[in-house]
């Protein structure tokens, strides 16, 4: 046996630094070996578990179009024709130009839910609109909403009837409202005065309303035969391709400067409000175009990869997977602050993710002639090449999915959570401490030795089963009721209520539609139901359906309206979501923004710069 030559003196320090030594080895096989620190919960309540036979699944889509057909007759009849209904009072309200939104804005629902008397009747509101006046708004017509309740409404009904009249009808709309592509860089302004063809002069412009008439203008190019629609789309793709996004790091910021073609605040992106559907266009515009449109698939690629490894957090406790939006930089975070809030309104993510997960070859890009991580080559992306060689380890395709199931749970608790079951606007999430997914994911991920011994311990601890990437194993739901407030127990949810409405969005239960049909997993088919019992429980009046103004009590006060989107959006994708049979399947059907689904086309370089299509 070697002895150290240590004298007496010196042996309590060695002993000291043998425990520090030894102390240290625990606490770093403590943290190493368990990444998701919430409770592994391998459970469902028995709806999720036990299987549900065919008929019954379609009785439930039964159940959700007879909710169509009570909110749409509740506005056919208190409502009709003005835009929108107020299902308290049971009158109607002019929220969008005054031409019968909620009629447009129904259409397509109407025809999959095969109502042929009350789509004949909108028929006839269709007919009448005048697109060249309103009275609102001292007669400006807004670009964004027209287009994606209007515009979607009618092209999504055309092509689903081939009926010429909705075609027509979309031209003179999209041709009233062409005044508002006359600023210097030919972004679209926020609104526009048919009549005098004067467009707003306000400067800032929100990239939601900047990028979301990319899948409308482009299919109706397509239908008319018609160049000058898709001349809008190209100058929108070649501003934003020859945009400077370093400061970003390849993510398009929310707010632009019309008058200079710049970002106002370069350093704030969003996936939630006031950005999210331009972000959602680009993989619908590749999708669209018979995955033609690479410079689409390219932005798609450099946003997902910075949501994925600066926008993702994980909740101290619980494990919660969510997304987040940026405020102001720092000089110690000249990326961005993250807010930690989690909007309702980014709950479309999971689904997009699920639907890129599903129909782009993630893992061999180069087959479609893509090089993953060359997107942050040259000057535009100068410094961004290393977020795609942190993701080169990974299995992107999988990663994707995950991130889409970790976040749709979250949005799911949002919900399971409240006392009404339904989720509210918004939350903030606790930080104490924030956990970058990146960074947890990374960690997950077996790259150097020493972390190949933690992998092979957790094999043996788990009987070879590796465990789930942080933030997606399933997790129980946390009620909190004012009554356990009031007591004092503690809110174990990890986050706090901020915006406490439920507005009837669709997000949340688009996102589990996306996800049952790409992933075939029958726990997004049973929370929808849950949520669709929440809306009939909570929402339902002899009118129609209200909007909530707190989820934290059942029942709650009520708001006096019916957003259009409800049955665009929210009731068609719960009754997809409840259909046996697939009438919109994802490889032929892309749905847009308001969730109007518009058919897949092939299209060539050639036609795509115009050739074949009239002036
Ligand atoms: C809808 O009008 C659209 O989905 C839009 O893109 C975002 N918000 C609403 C629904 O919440």
Not at 327 to 331: D, I
């Given at each position: 046996m070697i002895s150290l030559p240590l004298s007496p003196r010196h042996r309590p320090a060695l002993r000291i630094l043998v425990y520090a030594g030894l102390a240290s080895l625990v606490l770093w096989l403590l943290l190493h070996l368990s990444f998701d620190k919430s409770t592994p919960w391998t459970g469902f309540p028995d709806a999720e578990r036990s299987p549900i036979p065919s008929e019954e699944w379609e009785t439930r889509a039964e159940r959700v179009k007879e909710a169509f057909l009570h909110a749409y007759h509740g506005y056919e009849k208190y409502a009709m024709p003005k835009d929108e209904l107020r299902p308290v009072s049971n009158k109607g309200m002019n929220s969008y130009n005054g031409w019968g939104v909620t009629v447009f804005d129904s259409l397509d629902t109407m025809l999959l839910m095969e109502l042929k008397e009350e789509y004949t009747r909108a028929l006839e509101v269709v007919k009448a609109a005048n697109f060249t006046m309103t009275r609102q708004n001292r007669g400006f017509v807004p670009f964004f909403e027209t287009t994606i309740r209007y515009l979607g409404g009618l092209l999504s009904a055309y092509a689903l009837t081939n009926d010429t009249l909705l075609l027509r009808r979309a031209e003179e709309l999209a041709d009233a409202l062409d005044p508002v592509f006359e600023t210097p860089h030919g972004l679209p302004a926020f609104s526009v005065n048919p009549i005098s063809g004067e467009y707003d002069k306000n400067d800032v412009g929100i990239l939601a309303e900047l990028g979301s008439f990319q899948v409308e203008y482009t299919y109706l190019a397509k239908a008319s035969g018609k160049k000058k629609y898709y001349d809008r789309v190209k100058n929108l793709n070649d501003f934003f391709h020859r945009t400077n996004l370093t400061v970003s790091r390849g993510m398009l910021p929310t707010r632009w400067n019309l008058q200079t073609g710049l970002p106002r605040d370069p350093n704030k992106v969003s996936v939630g409000a006031q950005a999210d559907s331009t972000h959602e266009y680009f993989l619908k515009q590749y999708l669209l175009t018979g995955k033609t449109d690479k410079r689409n698939l390219e932005s798609?690629?450099?946003?997902?990869?910075?949501?994925?490894?600066?926008?993702?957090?994980l909740t101290p406790r619980r494990g919660l997977l969510y997304v987040t939006d940026t405020?102001?930089?720092?000089?110690d975070d000249p990326a961005g602050v993250p807010s930690h809030t989690f909007e309702h309104l980014s709950c479309f993510l999971p689904g997009l993710l699920a639907l890129g997960a599903h129909t782009l070859p993630l893992n061999n890009l180069e087959g479609v002639g893509l090089d993953y991580t060359s997107l942050g080559d040259g000057p535009l992306y100068n410094g961004t090449s290393q977020l795609y060689k942190a993701l080169k380890d990974f299995d992107l395709k999988q990663l994707h999915l995950w991130a889409a199931e970790g976040i749709a749970q979250t949005c799911w608790l949002t919900y399971a959570d409240q006392p009404c079951g339904l989720g509210p606007e918004e939350v903030l999430m606790l930080t104490e401490p924030a956990r970058h997914w990146d960074a947890a994911a990374k960690k997950w991920v077996p790259q150097s030795r020493s972390y190949l011994w933690t992998d092979a311990m957790r094999k043996w601890k788990k009987g070879g089963a590796r465990g789930p990437i942080p933030g997606v194993s399933p997790k129980r739901p946390a009620p909190w009721t004012e009554e356990d407030r009031a007591a004092g127990k503690p809110n174990e949810r990890d986050y706090h209520v901020w915006?406490?409405?439920?507005?009837?969005?669709?997000?949340?239960?688009?996102?589990?539609?996306?996800?049952?049909?790409?992933?075939?997993?029958?726990?997004?088919?049973?929370?929808?139901?849950?949520?669709?019992?929440?809306?009939?429980?909570?929402?339902?009046?002899?009118?129609?359906?209200?909007?909530?103004?707190?989820?934290?009590?059942?029942?709650?006060?009520?708001?006096?309206?019916?957003?259009?989107?409800?049955?665009?959006e929210t009731l068609k994708y719960l009754y997809l979501l409840f259909k046996e049979d697939d009438p919109l399947p994802l490889d032929r059907w892309v749905f847009s923004t308001e969730a109007h689904a518009v058919p897949v086309f092939e299209w060539t370089d050639e036609e795509r710069e115009g050739e074949g299509l009239i002036e």
């Open positions: 798609y690629l450099r946003t997902t990869t910075y949501i994925l490894t600066n926008l993702l957090y405020t102001f930089p720092t000089y915006k406490a409405g439920y507005l009837l969005r669709p997000e949340t239960v688009e996102s589990f539609y996306l996800l049952w049909r790409t992933t075939g997993d029958v726990k997004w088919r049973t929370r929808g139901w849950a949520i669709f019992e929440a809306v009939e429980r909570e929402t339902r009046t002899n009118g129609g359906y209200v909007t909530l103004k707190n989820v934290a009590t059942s029942p709650t006060m009520k708001g006096d309206s019916m957003p259009s989107f409800f049955l665009a």
